[in-house]
Nanobody, 127 residues
Framework: QVQLVESGGGLVQAGDSLRLSCAASGRTFMRYAMGWVRQAPGKEREAVAGISWSGGSTAYADSVKGRFTISRDNAKNTVYLQMNSLRPEDTAVYYC????????????????????WGQGTQVTVSS
């Protein structure tokens, strides 16, 4: 099992950048593909980025392609989400999530694939 704790959210202006971090506990971090899922008020959860346990494969929602970058440091049990050129529509609670990886290139792309979740961190982008 893995426990996840996010940090790095906050209030920024449109066009700014922000980096989210997710610290994972447990000795088997490398067995999990990781990702970030967001939920805005009144909207369904949206998987914005996923990364394989090796870090060699990533996937992004069309809404964030070219602006967001997911990465992981397995030595630090940490996954990151670098968010650039933020827009007001990026405002949401961002959740770090983990999915058991059955092969090295497995990369989640839907929120339903994740079995473990952090508590979430609020990102607010003002216009």
């Amino acid at each position: 099992q893995v426990q996840l704790v996010e940090s790095g959210g906050g209030l920024v202006q449109a066009g700014d950048s922000l980096r989210l971090s997710c610290a994972a506990s447990g000795r088997t971090f490398m067995r999990y593909a990781m990702g970030w899922v967001r939920q805005a008020p009144g909207k369904e959860r949206e998987a914005v980025a996923g990364i394989s346990w090796s870090g060699g494969s990533t996937a992004y929602a069309d809404s964030v392609k070219g602006r967001f970058t997911i990465s992981r440091d397995n030595a630090k049990n940490t996954v990151y989400l670098q968010m650039n050129s933020l827009r007001p529509e990026d405002t949401a609670v961002y959740y770090c999530a983990a999915a058991e990886a059955y092969y090295s290139d497995y990369t989640p792309s839907h929120s339903q694939e994740y079995g473990y979740w952090g508590q979430g961190t609020q990102v607010t982008v003002s216009s």
